[in-house]
T-cell receptor
Framework: EAQVTQNPRYLITVTGKKLTVTCSQN?????MSWYRQDPGLGLRQIYY???????DKGDVPEGYKVSRKEKRNFPLILESPSPNQTSLYFC??????????????FGPGTRLTVL | GQQVMQIPQYQHVQEGEDFTTYCNSS?????IQWYKQRPGGHPVFLIQ?????EVKKQKRLTFQFGEAKKNSSLHITATQTTDVGTYFC????????????FGKGTKLSVKP
């Protein structure tokens, strides 16, 4: 089944404890992206990747890191989480970034709480 | 940064009534996408509009792209309880094709 998977789905952690949220897609998509969703603010893009080893900042990259060493995986790293990073995180992928095939497929989401 | 304005933020309708959400941009868009997110779920792609004045239909949903490619609308005819959710538009602004900006969404509730 074609899908985007994220792990973990739920995470409660403490300030400063490094964490990684994994994202994987099995559709051979070139483009992958991370978003955070907060009430009243909608979806905001954190980082995106146009292809392997190519990443770029979205609108809210501060406090986050990403890597794209393989086409299927795009982990989101929080080196020193803070309470303002408590949010619902979505990973998404699409065949390409623009033009035909750029509709995004979203993962199920990761609800992160930083105490 | 760039923003796309989406209105209204909330819409409560009686089942059978129509519903419309609008997205507006101050600059010309190359294309616009629409997504639906059910309560507790993830966004799901509905459609992409590319051409000026384009109109596309999916059953009771009608999507329009303005002539100047600065605005778009999603209209649902005769809403059903299954239409409940938040509807988002999403756009690229020129320079960086990968930088997708979402509107804040319109949350639709339908009273049976």
């Amino acid at each position: 089944e074609a899908q985007v998977t994220q792990n973990p789905r739920y995470l409660i952690t403490v300030t400063g404890k490094k964490l990684t949220v994994t994202c994987s897609q099995n559709m051979n998509h070139e483009y992958m992206s991370w978003y955070r969703q907060d009430p009243g603010l909608g979806l905001r893009q954190i980082y995106y990747s146009m292809n392997v080893e190519v990443t770029d900042k979205g609108d809210v990259p501060e406090g986050y890191k990403v890597s794209r060493k393989e086409k299927r995986n795009f982990p989101l790293i929080l080196e020193s989480p803070s309470p303002n990073q408590t949010s619902l995180y979505f990973c998404a992928s699409s065949l390409r970034a623009s033009g035909r095939g750029n509709e995004q497929f979203f993962g199920p989401g990761t609800r992160l709480t930083v105490l | 940064g760039q923003q796309v304005m989406q209105i209204p933020q909330y819409q409560h309708v009686q089942e059978g009534e129509d519903f419309t959400t609008y997205c507006n941009s101050s600059t010309t868009l190359s294309n616009i996408q629409w997504y639906k997110q059910r309560p507790g779920g993830h966004p799901v792609f509905l459609i992409q509009l590319v051409k000026s004045g384009e109109v596309k239909k999916q059953k009771r949903l009608t999507f329009q792209f303005g002539e100047a490619k600065k605005n778009s609308s999603l209209h649902i005819t005769a809403t059903q309880t299954t239409d409940v959710g938040t509807y988002f538009c999403a756009v690229n602004y020129g320079g960086s094709q990968g930088n997708l900006i979402f509107g804040k969404g319109t949350k639709l509730s339908v009273k049976p």
